[in-house]
């Protein structure tokens, strides 16, 4: 994504990316967000409207969909058993449609607020057309473990956590992923947005600023989450590797490395 903010020197970002987690299990795949999907480039405007489309300035590119970076990796798309999202804004859950016969995981808070959409940013943000092949939803509820301070944290499977993170939205949440040379990484969707917020005094270009301020549906939640992954980042660094959805520079530092 190529926001027309970034045309402004120090507003924001000229590049955003989306990102996603392939993991390998003993059962099969597990895909953490989607990202865009094939129905959004082949029509954007429809599925994810106009000014959606214009402001964050989406490329679309069938190349750089999920399903077909599951092909590239080698893998067959039906081997993606399960799907699990931060939340079901177009941009994270565009792709569930690529992968009808997988199980998607989501905190029940999220989904029933898709489902409702009862505020105007509620409409704007969830287009139900992304989940209209009816997908077999698996709602996760409070209660659960502890994971590194975190409440509430229900196990998809061995290595992969769903954390509720609220704040961008009621049912947004974070997804602990187990590496295999030890520690984790943290899909902290969008929890935050650049990557020196995790950082103590932490700072944000304006304009992304703003946008998540527009963006979030409980901003008390939000800041007392992010001041959490900040504390996690500093207490646990070594241990958690944190990444945010769109952050191109954490993108290209994590690309860089083979684990």
């Not at 190529?2 to 795949?29: D, I, K, N, T, W």
């Not at 057309?129 to 061995?158: I, L």
């Not at 304009?207 to 504390?231: C, F, K, P, V, W």
């Amino acid at each position: 994504m190529c926001p027309s903010a970034g045309l402004v020197p120090g507003l924001a970002p000229s590049r955003l990316v989306a990102h996603c987690l392939l993991v390998e299990g003993p059962e099969g795949l597990t895909l953490v967000d989607t990202g865009f999907g094939t129905a959004d480039v082949a029509d954007p405007v429809g599925r994810l409207g106009r000014p959606f489309v214009m402001s964050v300035g989406a490329r679309m590119n069938l190349a750089l969909t999920a399903v077909a970076q599951v092909r590239a990796l080698g893998y067959d798309p039906s081997d993606v058993r399960d799907i699990v999202v931060t939340h079901l804004d177009g941009d994270h859950a565009g792709g569930l449609g690529d992968f009808p016969w997988a199980r998607v995981h989501v905190h029940a808070d999220e989904l029933a607020t898709a489902r409702t959409r009862p505020t105007l940013l509620d409409k704007t943000r969830y287009s139900a057309k992304q989940w209209a092949h009816d997908p077999t939803w698996v709602e996760h509820r409070p209660g659960g473990d502890r994971w590194f301070g975190f409440e509430s944290v229900q196990a998809v499977s061995e290595d992969v956590l769903l954390i509720p993170l609220r704040g961008h939205t009621f049912g947004h949440s974070a997804v602990a992923v187990r590496r295999p040379g030890g520690g984790w990484f943290l899909h902290a969707g969008d929890g935050y947005y650049f990557a020196d917020e995790k950082l103590t005094p932490p700072s944000c270009p304006p304009g992304l600023r703003a946008t998540q301020i527009l963006m979030e549906m409980d901003r008390r939640s939000r800041i007392t989450n992010q001041g959490r992954l900040r504390e996690l980042h500093a207490a646990h660094g070594d241990e958690v590797t944190i990444i945010c959805a769109h952050d191109a520079s954490e993108f290209d530092a994590l690309a860089a490395v083979t684990d």
